[in-house]
């Protein structure tokens, strides 16, 4: 294996880790790294809610639905190749020095977006935002993964990853007064709306400031000193929170360590060693970002496109106080039920009613077209969630933030790209007979990729609940330490 080898060593931090039970400790791992989804919930919902405040050429930038369409597809775009440039920095840096670069990233970036002037300014500083939020998916969910235990592991990255919803429903509440004339100024509304986004993302760096960097992470890189060190503090902390602690499982691991592992032997071990768990990622992720950037980025505009509603924010609130409850309520039978059941069910429930939704959209108003949605998203938002969770566990440590940011970007592009695209030229054509059926064609496609993600997931889905990490899928480093031994 290509990288500096710094020595062999037998460690038993990821057993002690896993043996931890729930603390404060805990708690402060999923406030300071998991809100990040609020800020993608609220980003995107901004932009969905505010598609006639940017169109208006004389308090907005004189866009038309193809450009609100075209700005969701640049914001993609952006966190794809965050996702992968920032990524394999994760896996080589840590996942602490980056998960703190990224939200700067995104800080930046949003308040450029509150100073836009023109198309062209607004469509760049969406790329970057998309940039910084693409990097967070990748450090987050590998560092999230690595410090909750594996008991817990299944229900607090769905309920994590569908706290976008948080976010969405508030930017929704948010643009009601922020695009009230009577309440403040249009020229000014939507500018400020993006700038509560950098308010808040400062808030989450200051607790995220105290999230330690991944044990995992620094044993496998030479610098086990450095993981004991910060293993003795969480056991610590917990035990003065919770009380004794129980005995860790007999369960060390022995790896040889390396300060690098290259691109390309990463690339090797994912397609080589795990192709089905490769297939099964990009499945998940292109279903499941078609289906949310396509109906999402796009729905204020089929509200006040096609059902003449004024106030969208109302609507996408409900809408999306009810995927995070689907995230939430249902995160626990990921680990009780399993990921495969619970996957491959909220995947080809959500598949089969979009279906009927698309049959039905001609006869819906903009109260139930919400009130089908809401119960639709119910289901996928759990499922969506879990992509994110199986690329985060199924493969190698050493590739873990690699691996989320690549399915992440190629599942993203195929499906997030081409989703808002083809809905902003949808919604386009059909705008001129005022008829919502000619947009069906994207709820059937959206409804064969759920279906087959979740087909996909009975066939090639990995029973991870309940098991460490090393067992779903052994560290690179270990397997060299055998060979070695040998």
């Not at 169109?55 to 965050?82: E, F």
């Not at 007064?177 to 509304?189: F, H, K, M, R, Y």
């Not at 056991?235 to 390396?258: C, F, K, N, Y």
Request: proline share 3%; net charge negative; hydrophobic share 50%.
């Amino acid at each position: 294996m290509s990288g500096v080898e710094t020595g062999t060593i037998t460690t038993d931090i990821p057993a002690r880790l896993d043996r931890l039970p729930w603390s404060r400790f805990h708690w402060m791992v999923v406030i300071g790294l998991g809100t990040v989804w609020i800020l993608d919930g609220l980003e995107v919902t901004i932009v969905g809610s505010m598609s006639d405040a940017l169109k208006d050429p004389t308090t907005g930038l004189g866009m038309s639905s193809a450009d609100i369409g075209m700005a969701g597809a640049i914001y993609v775009a952006g966190a794809c190749i965050g996702a992968l440039f920032f990524g394999q920095l994760t896996d080589r840096m840590g996942r602490k020095k980056l998960f703190l670069i990224t939200l700067g990233v995104y800080t930046v970036a949003t308040v450029a977006t509150a100073f836009s002037m023109t198309i062209w300014w607004y469509f760049a500083a969406r790329f970057v935002t998309g940039a910084g939020i693409g990097g967070e998916y990748a450090a987050i969910n590998s560092a999230i993964d690595e410090l909750i235990p594996k008991k817990y592991r299944g229900r607090v990255d769905v309920a994590i990853n569908g706290s976008f919803w948080v976010g969405a429903a508030g930017g929704a509440l948010l643009t009601i007064p922020l695009l009230d004339p009577t309440v403040i100024s249009a020229e000014w509304g939507w500018r400020l709306a993006f700038g509560l986004g950098a308010i808040l993302a400062v808030g989450i760096l200051v607790v995220r400031r105290h999230v330690p960097e991944s044990p995992r992470w620094l044993f496998i890189h030479g610098r086990e000193d450095e993981g004991e060190e910060i293993v003795r503090g969480i056991e610590r902390e917990v035990r003065d929170d919770v009380g004794d602690l129980p005995d860790a499982d007999d369960d060390s691991i022995t790896i040889r360590q390396r300060t690098t592992i290259s691109i390309p032997t990463i690339a090797k071990t994912v397609f080589t060693l795990y192709p089905r768990r490769s297939i099964l990622c990009l499945t998940l992720f292109i279903g499941q970002a078609f289906l949310y950037n396509a109906f999402f980025f796009t729905y204020g505009d089929t509200l006040s496109t096609f059902l003449d509603v004024k106030q969208t924010g109302w609507y996408i609130a409900v809408f999306a106080l009810s995927n995070f409850a689907g995230a939430l309520l249902l995160s626990p039978l990921f680990d009780s039920l399993g990921r495969v059941r619970m996957i491959a069910g909220t995947y080809i429930l959500s598949g089969v009613l979009l279906a009927i939704a698309g049959f039905m959209l001609g006869d819906l108003t903009a109260v139930t077209l919400t009130l089908f949605g809401a119960v639709i998203f119910f289901f996928a938002s759990a499922g969506a969630s879990a992509a994110y969770l199986t690329a985060s566990e199924v493969f190698p440590m050493e590739t873990r933030a690699l691996c989320i940011a690549f399915f992440y970007a190629i599942g993203t592009a195929a499906g997030g790209i081409s989703g808002p695209l083809l809905f902003g030229r949808l919604i386009e054509n059909a705008t001129a007979d005022k008829d919502i059926s000619g947009i069906a064609i994207g709820y059937f496609i959206g409804a064969a990729l759920m279906v087959i993600g979740g087909i996909t997931e009975i066939v090639l889905g990995v029973k991870a609940e309940g098991r460490s990490l090393e067992s779903i899928a052994q560290p690179l480093t270990a397997e060299d330490a055998q060979t070695a031994s040998a």
